[in-house]
């Protein structure tokens, strides 16, 4: 471990979420390695899905061509099945896009303090969905002779499954913000542990330790060493209460000093 570090501010203060910890963890690997994980094409991709799925949906007839896509055109053409079959293909595309969209924000999130802002980018994927599909809800709730009256009901149906299913799947259930991970990568500095800082862990262990005469393993003759992502990769991904308490003392922090730690450690822990 490193030698002792000044006080870190100490508080009642909001708790890192899995996402700020994800968050974190990656921007950590790109100072460490100098590689930028280039999420503008997660991004793009995650559009160019979102259009596909528009066109799946409202693809007009092109000339002669009488193609199998556009879900209200093949509403009003009465092929039910098409139309089903363009719905649900659009509601998978919004779903792999929004997956796609949050894998993004969890590597580089929003820097805004708007909160509608924050809300709107990290749920994008729910946002686009309800984009794509009202337009096909606003015309099976007008009163229209084009379409059968059966038809109408099913693919009412169909499409309320679809979109409910889409935007539960497409949902940033642990959204994250910078000035959240930027919390985290603070008090990683305070505890000076990096994820090359060296570790100790057994075979048969789930968790790793900061100091090989920790009492959980001093008297073990099946210790290894290694640097943390050594330790994840091996599935000793967890922290051992004895050598974070220790380590938090050594760093002069005492207010629910574990906790802490073991929330900047899994923050500098790199993904397996």
């Given amino acids: 471990?490193?030698?002792?570090?000044?006080?870190?501010?100490?508080?009642?203060?909001?708790?890192?979420?899995?996402?700020?910890?994800?968050?974190?963890?990656?921007?950590?690997?790109?100072?460490?390695?100098?590689?930028?994980?280039?999420?503008?094409?997660?991004?793009?991709?995650?559009?160019?899905?979102?259009?596909?799925?528009?066109?799946?949906?409202?693809?007009?007839?092109?000339?002669e061509l009488n193609l199998p896509f556009g879900a209200v055109r093949m509403l009003f053409m009465n092929n039910v099945v098409e139309c089903i079959v363009d719905i649900v293909v659009a509601g998978v595309l919004c779903v792999i896009a929004a997956r796609l969209w949050v894998k993004a924000n969890?590597?580089?999130?929003?820097?805004?303090?708007?909160?509608?802002i924050q809300f709107l980018w990290n749920q994008l994927g729910v946002v686009m969905a309800g984009?794509?599909?009202?337009?096909?809800?606003?015309?099976?709730?007008?009163?229209?002779?084009?379409?059968?009256?059966?038809?109408?009901?099913?693919?009412?149906?169909?499409?309320?499954?679809?979109?409910?299913?889409?935007s539960a799947a497409s949902a940033d259930y642990h959204p994250t913000t910078?000035?959240?991970v930027n919390e985290v990568l603070e008090e990683s500095e305070d505890f000076g542990i990096h994820s090359d800082s060296e570790v100790y862990f057994t075979k048969y262990g789930y968790k790793h330790h900061y100091y090989r005469d920790c009492q959980a393993i001093r008297n073990s003759n099946n210790v290894e060493s290694g640097t943390l992502q050594d330790a994840v990769e091996t599935h000793h991904s967890d922290v051992c209460s004895f050598c974070a308490t220790r380590a938090a003392k050594?760093?002069?922090?005492?207010?629910?000093?574990?906790?802490?730690?073991?929330?900047?450690?899994?923050?500098?822990?790199?993904?397996?």
């Fill in 1 to 63: 471990m490193a030698e002792n570090k000044p006080t870190p501010q100490t508080g009642a203060k909001r708790k890192p979420t899995a996402a700020d910890l994800k968050a974190a963890a990656a921007q950590l690997e790109e100072q460490e390695t100098g590689v930028k994980k280039n999420t503008v094409i997660l991004r793009v991709i995650a559009f160019v899905l979102w259009a596909l799925a528009a066109v799946a949906m409202y693809l007009p007839q092109i000339g």
């Fill in 106 to 116: 969890h590597i580089h999130p929003t820097k805004s303090h708007n909160k509608i």
């Fill in 131 to 166: 984009i794509i599909f009202a337009p096909l809800v606003i015309i099976l709730l007008q009163k229209n002779d084009k379409i059968d009256e059966k038809t109408k009901k099913l693919v009412t149906a169909v499409l309320a499954v679809v979109f409910l299913a889409a």
């Fill in 178 to 180: 910078q000035d959240a």
């Fill in 250 to 272: 050594e760093a002069g922090v005492t207010d629910k000093a574990e906790e802490t730690l073991e929330d900047v450690a899994e923050a500098l822990t790199p993904a397996a």
